[in-house]
């Protein structure tokens, strides 16, 4: 009798043990279900450019709609500091880390850390030098194209004289890089001369302001001003404003933009800026998108680049401008 009674005692253990252990699996499995998306974004700078403001108001609404935990830090201009923030959004286990580099360098040991912890690294906007097996997948602008797209329409404007004035972004981004390297190429292939060429801290308006008035003081002549973002060639329209320097679809001076936010295909439309190359920054959409796909497990494309297309004075009408989103 005894024997049956303690017999029955264990099995009762048992199943209870079971029950609770079943339960708890149905709890993790549960709260692992409903535990939200949580992503690390390491951003440049919060108040860069009018681009890098779409493109962090993106990510925001696109996180918010799709219920992603949007851990977002700004380098701030400060490469060093990407780094670090990098490394610290690894210890704290983020479902997914995705970065849009200060530099394109540097990055091997934040992607070995995150391969080694299991976290997908994301490139976006810019894409990293890291070999494609330190990366899960990249949603970036191919900024060489952008650039070979400003020189083939430059090439179309037959000017009696090249004098290009290059106005380069972020020294080492990627961006600066690709815009860069396209021109200098067009200038050499197409025996055109670049008269001044610097790259402006933090793409800044005021900076190229100045630059541009520096050199207008020092008497140089140029015909084109070929600035890598919208605010840095509105910097340059304002130094020649100063200087009564004429510009755009009746003056002496071409100027080609990037990026084509509204504003800038405005004066695209009133005839100051010649091109305007689309650099587009809504990005939120496209890595939730990603991410979702990873989630379920899907196949992704590794390197995917953003369609982009150019704006000048015969292709841009006001109905365009207004049904853009940033
Ligand atoms: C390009 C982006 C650049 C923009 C600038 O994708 O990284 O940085 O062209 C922005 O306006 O600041």
Sequence with gaps: MKKIFSTALVLMLMFTLLAACGKKDAETSATKEDKKITVGVVQTNANESDWRTANTKSFNEAFATAGFELKMVFGEGDHAKQISQAQQLIQEEV????????????WEDVAKAAKTAGIPFIMADR?????????TAMVCSDFLAEGNKAVDWLKTQKLDA???????????????????KAIED????????????????GWDETLAKQAV?????TGTKFTVIYAENDNMARGACTAMDAAGITYGKNGTVKVIAFDANKWGLQNVLSGKFSLDVECNPLHGPRIVKLIN????????????YV????????????????????
């Design 95 to 106: 479902d997914y880390l995705v970065v849009l580099g200060l530099q394109s360098a540097g």
């Design 127 to 135: 894409k990293l030098d890291l070999s494609e097996n330190l990366y």
């Design 162 to 180: 090249y004098k290009i004035v290059v106005l380069g972004g972020d020294t080492g981004s990627s961006a600066q890089l690709g815009r860069s």
């Design 186 to 201: 067009g200038a050499k292939a197409n025996k055109w001369d670049i008269v001044f060429n610097q790259n402006m801290k």
């Design 213 to 217: 008035a520096d050199l207008i003081a």
């Design 293 to 304: 796909s990873l989630k379920a497990g899907e196949k992704v494309e590794q390197n995917a």
């Design 307 to 326: 369609d982009e297309t150019t704006f000048d004075i015969n292709s841009i009408t006001q109905a365009i401008i207004d049904a853009r989103k940033y």
